[in-house]
């Protein structure tokens, strides 16, 4: 049993205190902290990417402190082995047996740091767990703590030293942020703020709990959408699986990974349906990364968020109702 939320706070009223309290440590980055959060509530995994230096790490760190429960970090480096991440079944000489020691996938929080640098054998030691929520060593199956999010980092594949995350993986992560530099007032108020005002993600503190957290994410698939806003969202995701420039479309599972973030961000702005507006603005974030351009189009300059933004301006938008 699913436990129930507190009544006195809202879930809007925890999102808020969430988002005020990782800007704390991200400033002027608001669009990329909501949009963080949302797909935490989706119980979704995040990748953020982009250069080095704008905040990729504080970021992930600021959610998992501000959420308690248990966080691991593991920093993905070329010689990172598939059983750092998972774990690995060692001989107990005192007790005559085997014993798992968990790797550092087991926690709540799980931040992947670099997740690009490491060979693609260890990214997909992560597949298992991203999905299922569980992992198999040796013939066992040890389940994951819930909530479980998976927090990745990686920098831009044209970067020396990376490796691109295979389809699969890419599929398995709900959202894809670029934070990008911050603008040139929050950039000075961060030169401002050195050695004063600085607060360190370690030391924030928790505002919420692992129960709590898992609770509003139950309660998150009652927010309603309707029928025509899901023929919408079919509609969307069927566009991109036959677009003459896309050798591969958006799955099934991106379908509902954007029904589960436009559920959580419709309830983080206080209403209790979704609009089409929730499912446009969700779009490029959840769709994005799990297109496939052909070769014809990577040779004619063509890159997917062009192909997406046409398919957003062509698919008929239903009339907007509430509940």
């Keep these: 049993m699913q ?8 879930f809007k ?4 205190t969430l988002a005020a309290q990782i800007e704390r440590v991200l400033r002027g980055k608001r669009r990329a902290v909501h949009l963080s959060l949302v797909c935490l509530f989706s119980e979704g995994h995040l990748l953020i990417e982009d250069v080095p230096g704008v905040g990729k790490t504080s970021l992930a ?3 998992a402190r501000s959420t308690g429960g248990s966080w691991r970090r593991v920093q993905f480096t070329p010689d990172l082995l598939p059983s750092d991440i998972t774990g690995v079944s060692v001989w107990d000489r005192a007790r005559g047996d085997f014993e798992f020691r968990p790797g550092g996938v087991f926690a709540n929080v799980v931040l992947a740091d670099e997740i690009n640098r490491a060979s693609p054998k260890t990214q997909s030691a992560l597949l298992e767990s991203m999905e299922e929520r569980q992992v198999s060593v040796d013939a066992q199956t040890y389940k994951l703590p819930r909530p479980f999010m998976v927090i990745a980092t990686q920098n831009p594949v044209e970067l020396e030293g990376t490796y691109p995350l295979p389809e699969a993986q890419l599929d398995r992560f709900l959202l894809r942020l670029r934070i990008g530099y911050p603008d040139r007032d929050a950039e000075i108020a961060i030169l401002d703020a050195e050695g004063t005002e600085t607060i360190e993600p370690e030391e924030l503190e928790p505002v919420t709990d692992p129960e709590t957290v898992g609770a509003w994410i139950h309660e998150l698939g009652r927010i309603h959408v309707s029928a025509e806003l899901q023929g919408y969202i079919v509609d969307l995701v069927e566009a991109t699986r036959h677009h003459r420039d896309l ?6 599972r991106g379908a509902l990974a954007l029904q589960r973030a436009a559920r959580a961000l419709a309830a983080s702005i206080g209403r209790a349906y979704v609009v089409a507006d929730d499912v446009k603005v969700l779009a490029p974030a959840v769709l994005e990364h799990r297109l496939l351009l052909s070769s014809e189009a990577m040779m004619r300059g063509v890159n997917p968020s062009d192909v ?5 301006d062509t698919v008929a938008v239903p009339p907007t109702r509430a509940g």
């Design 3 to 10: 436990a129930a939320p507190r009544p006195e706070q809202s």
């Design 13 to 16: 009223d925890l999102f808020d």
């Design 247 to 252: 050798m591969l479309g958006v799955s099934p």
């Design 308 to 312: 997406l933004s046409a398919i957003l």
């Design 61 to 63: 760190k600021a959610i």
